[in-house]
Each structure stands twice: as C-alpha cells, then as structure tokens.
C-alpha cells in the first residue's frame, strides 16, 4: 500500500478509536472512492492517484456547495465545508499565486507554446508540475491569458 493509503488507513481506525463519526464517516467515503476506481481499473493506486480522487471528490463538494446555497440550504452547505476541509488535509501544501505564475512561464517556456493553439502541450506540463497542488481550472485560465486567449 501507498504512503497516503496508510494514512488514510491510520485516520480512520483513530477516528473509531475517537467515535468520531462526522471524520469516520468522510475518510470511509475516501477509502470507499479509491477501492471503487482500484476495482474499476483493476490497478492499486499510488500517491498521485490516490490525490487525484481525493481531489475529484473536493471538486465534487464545491459544486454541491454551489447548489446548495443557491437552494437556501445552510445546513447541507456547512456539512459538506467540514467534509472539504477533512479532504484537504490529504491535500499536498498548495501553490501560492507567485509559484503557479513561475510553473506556466516554465511550461510555456519547455513546450515552446506561443499561441493559444498550442496550449494543449504547455498544459499538459503544467498538469503534471501542478496537480494537486492547485486548482487547476484557474491556472488553465491564467495559462490562456498569457498565451494571448
């Protein structure tokens, strides 16, 4: 098993140990989303895969966040804050706006992009520096502004 696995595996038996059923509950979802994509693919997962699912699943709770107070629903919104922030604990360090701002010059720079054209290959760099580490919807878009998009 991958070091965040262990982790993951490690927080849940404290949170029973703690009868936390609110944190218990959030990190069995967790394991439950990587054992479903581990059978689905028919792989074990690593670390990098491991953040991509919890990161999928973050992204998930901000759109439900989104419906929710669009629906006047409090409640449910600050149920799936806790979980968010329960998830981003799995979450590595994130970037600072100066050090994504460096990593898009950088895969600008390495996939020769000079045109919003070529932003597939400098993205796909940037992908690989960045993932988890920062949302990457708002690089994809500063990206683009400095392609000229």
Do not use: P
């Given at each position: 098993m991958s070091s965040l696995k262990d982790r993951i595996t490690e927080d849940m038996k404290a949170a029973m140990k703690a009868k936390d059923s609110e944190r218990l509950g959030t990190?069995?979802?967790?394991?439950?989303?990587?054992?479903?994509?581990e059978v689905d693919e028919r792989i074990q997962l690593d670390d990098a895969q491991v953040l991509a699912v919890v990161?999928?699943?973050?992204?998930?709770r901000k759109e439900s966040i989104a419906q929710f107070q669009s629906g006047?629903?409090?409640d449910l919104v600050a149920k799936e804050q806790k979980e968010?922030?329960?998830l981003q604990t799995y979450m590595p360090q994130q970037l600072g706006d100066a050090e994504v701002d460096a990593l898009?010059?950088?895969?600008?720079?390495e996939s020769g992009a000079s045109s919003i054209k070529e932003m597939g290959k400098a993205m796909a760099l940037l992908k690989q520096k960045a993932q988890g580490r920062t949302d990457m919807a708002?690089?994809?878009?500063?990206?683009?502004?400095?392609l000229g998009g």
């Open positions: 990190i069995r979802m967790i394991t439950s989303a990587i054992k479903q994509r990161e999928k699943m973050i992204k998930t006047g629903r409090d968010i922030d329960l898009i010059a950088e895969a600008i720079a708002t690089a994809s878009a500063k990206l683009k502004a400095k």
